[in-house]
């Protein structure tokens, strides 16, 4: 059983930065992609970014160059740092793991004030 924890989230103004982190228990964080996916109110929630294993790494075209996803195996996190912040970045962030099953982080706000 996977267990996802995010943190890391708040208000912030645009342009500013923020960068959330994702603690996993279990043991096959090493082996699974990890994601970051949004879902603001009255939308679908959307694929953000994803790193798999080798640390190979997809972004949706909306954050490309500004955010930036990581992983440190050793300690069973995933990072998203999140720069030059936008009000269409408001949601909020979920952690996903993906290895034959999906597993899910309860989620954190994120807010970008104009």
């Known amino acids: 059983q996977v267990q996802l924890v995010e943190s890391g989230g708040g208000l912030v103004q645009a342009g500013g930065s923020l960068r959330l982190s994702c603690a996993a228990s279990g043991t096959i964080f090493s082996i699974a992609t990890m994601s970051w996916y949004r879902q603001a109110p009255g939308k679908q929630r959307e694929l953000v970014a994803a790193?798999?294993?080798?640390?190979?790494?997809i972004y949706a075209a909306s954050v490309k160059g500004r955010f930036t996803i990581s992983r440190d195996n050793a300690k069973r996190t995933v990072y998203l740092q999140m720069n030059s912040l936008k009000p269409e970045d408001t949601a909020v962030y979920y952690c996903?793991?993906?290895?034959?099953?999906?597993?899910w982080g309860q989620g954190t706000q994120v807010t970008v004030s104009s």
């Open positions: 790193i798999t294993q080798t640390g190979s790494s």
């Open positions: 996903n793991s993906k290895y034959l099953n999906d597993y």
